[in-house]
């Protein structure tokens, strides 16, 4: 069993960890507070909510109509920062009604071609100008080499850490508030 969500024009499939595909692209949602944002994005479309309401019940192995949608949305979001469930980000949907697979972006001119398996990673770090000090909690969106935008919170330290990314460009593309709202953008 699966809950199906849509987001704009991109599909997300919540699934249990040991069903997941080799070749799955996994949304890195890593604690509870990020997995709890990416949720929150579908409380307002009911059918969404339904999805989730009904996927949580059979994760749980019990009937949840007590429970509150935020109960639900918070044990769903601890269930995915602890690795029993993951959010697998999927084929694109066109406003067509069709679905198609998300197109690769032309990939950039290398001299010599890199190993077809190799996977690389990036870290970024935010400090304070006046300070110097690193500034922990800041999210940011990021858009990684295959043109696909996640949110990081920064560490401790300030920095974020994108793993398992193709070769290529990945940039911050803004600053995000709790609410996944752009507070700066800088493109």
Known sequence: MSAILYSGFNRYELTRRGSTPADADVVPLRDRSSARRFLARFVANGSALRSLRRYYAVAQGRP????????????????????????????????????????????????????????????????????????????????????????????????????????GTCDIIAMVDEDGLEVVSVE
């Not at 601890?78 to 697979?101: D, L, M, N």
């Not at 006046?130 to 858009?143: C, K, Q, S």
């Open 64 to 167: 949840i109509s007590d429970l509150s949608d935020e109960q639900v949305l918070d044990g769903l979001a601890w269930q995915i920062a602890s690795g029993r469930i993951v959010v697998i980000e999927g084929k694109t949907f066109w406003p067509s009604g069709g679905s198609a697979e998300r197109p690769e972006p032309e990939e950039p001119e290398l001299r010599g071609p890199p190993p077809a398996d190799t996977k690389h990673w990036i870290r970024f770090k935010v400090i304070d100008d006046d300070t110097n000090e690193p500034i922990a909690g800041v999210t940011l969106r990021v858009r990684t080499p295959r043109g696909i935008e996640r949110d990081y919170q920064t560490r401790a330290d300030g920095s974020i850490q994108v793993d398992e990314i193709n070769m």
